[in-house]
């Protein structure tokens, strides 16, 4: 008897037909599918931290990739700067003179040039992020929703915080859109308690800095955790302990070049 190399001899078929096919007999078996099963075992999940120090944090149940918020971080920074230096010159001007004009544009030209460095990132990270999902096979993106960042507390100041906010939505925003055309899902989940929560022992800690430790002794980048979590959230396994040993995450640099604004 010539069987099919997928010929899965203990699964029990759901109707057997014996045919006869040219001068011999032929047996069909037919099988049905598991559709979820197959879902399952051939796609991963991704759980996304999206984090104010790191835009990204990813974890698949295997790996886990910090990507490195590094350069965005310094063009805040610069645009900071920038608002509080031009800010101090036309303080010192009459409102509506030609100088204050002239310094407004100034200002508002700047501002437009690293607000376009800064997406740029953005759009690098998030591209480089979805691509690494689509060589793994994964077909759910799970990301957190945008109430985590204003739990955190600590902005320093106020313009910073707008721009994290900003920054959260426009990672999702682009997260979602790269995504959807390359056929893969994205879920937003509630984040509530997936980075306060152990992911060894089921504990809830808050971490306090940018190390999660925990008093069983498991210890982890703190936005790593956050991934993990909410992968384990969407799985309906939050304070389950992770079955898999984590390996030590893997940091993604954006390779941009420096300019100056
Ligand atoms: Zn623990």
């Given at each position: 008897?010539?069987?099919?190399?997928?010929?899965?001899?203990?699964?029990?078929?759901?109707?057997?037909?014996?045919?006869?096919?040219?001068?011999?007999?032929?047996?069909?078996?037919?099988?049905?599918?598991?559709?979820?099963?197959?879902?399952?075992?051939?796609e991963g999940i991704v759980g996304v931290d999206i984090?104010?120090?790191h835009p990204m944090a990813s974890h698949d149940?295997?790996v886990t990739e910090i990507f490195n918020?590094?350069?965005?971080?310094?063009?805040?920074?610069?645009?900071?700067?920038?608002?509080?230096?031009?800010?101090?010159?036309?303080?010192?001007?009459?409102?509506?003179?030609?100088?204050?004009?002239?310094?407004?544009?100034?200002?508002?030209?700047?501002?437009?040039?690293?607000?376009?460095?800064?997406m740029d990132g953005l759009h690098k990270h998030t591209a480089k992020f979805v691509k690494l999902c689509e060589s793994r096979d994964i077909g759910t993106i799970v990301l957190g929703?945008?109430?985590?960042?204003?739990?955190?507390?600590?902005?320093?100041?106020?313009?910073?915080?707008?721009?994290?906010?900003?920054a959260f939505g426009k990672i999702t925003q682009l997260i979602t859109y790269k995504a959807k055309a390359l056929g893969i899902k994205v879920e937003v989940?509630?984040?509530?308690?997936?980075?306060?929560?152990?992911?060894?022992?089921?504990?809830?800690?808050?971490?306090?800095?940018?190390?999660?430790?925990?008093?069983?002794?498991?210890?982890?980048?703190?936005?790593?955790?956050?991934a993990?979590?909410i992968r384990?959230?969407?799985?309906?396994?939050?304070?389950?302990?992770?079955?898999?040993?984590?390996?030590?995450?893997v940091?993604i640099?954006l390779e941009?070049?420096?300019?100056?604004?």
């Amino acid at each position: 008897m010539n069987l099919p190399k997928k010929f899965n001899i203990k699964k029990i078929p759901a109707i057997i037909n014996l045919v006869y096919n040219r001068g011999q007999y032929e047996l069909h078996f037919v099988y049905e599918i598991d559709k979820e099963t197959v879902k399952s075992e051939s796609e991963g999940i991704v759980g996304v931290d999206i984090g104010e120090i790191h835009p990204m944090a990813s974890h698949d149940g295997v790996v886990t990739e910090i990507f490195n918020g590094r350069y965005i971080r310094s063009l805040y920074r610069l645009r900071n700067k920038v608002i509080a230096s031009f800010g101090k010159k036309i303080d010192r001007c009459e409102r509506h003179s030609q100088r204050w004009w002239h310094l407004v544009k100034h200002k508002w030209k700047r501002i437009k040039k690293i607000d376009n460095q800064i997406m740029d990132g953005l759009h690098k990270h998030t591209a480089k992020f979805v691509k690494l999902c689509e060589s793994r096979d994964i077909g759910t993106i799970v990301l957190g929703d945008l109430t985590g960042i204003r739990e955190n507390i600590n902005y320093g100041k106020r313009a910073n915080q707008k721009l994290h906010q900003w920054a959260f939505g426009k990672i999702t925003q682009l997260i979602t859109y790269k995504a959807k055309a390359l056929g893969i899902k994205v879920e937003v989940i509630d984040e509530s308690y997936t980075s306060q929560t152990c992911p060894n022992c089921g504990n809830r800690k808050k971490p306090t800095n940018r190390n999660y430790a925990c008093k069983c002794g498991f210890a982890y980048h703190r936005d790593g955790v956050g991934a993990i979590n909410i992968r384990q959230k969407y799985l309906g396994l939050l304070g389950q302990p992770v079955a898999a040993t984590m390996a030590s995450p893997v940091v993604i640099r954006l390779e941009v070049r420096r300019c100056s604004a």
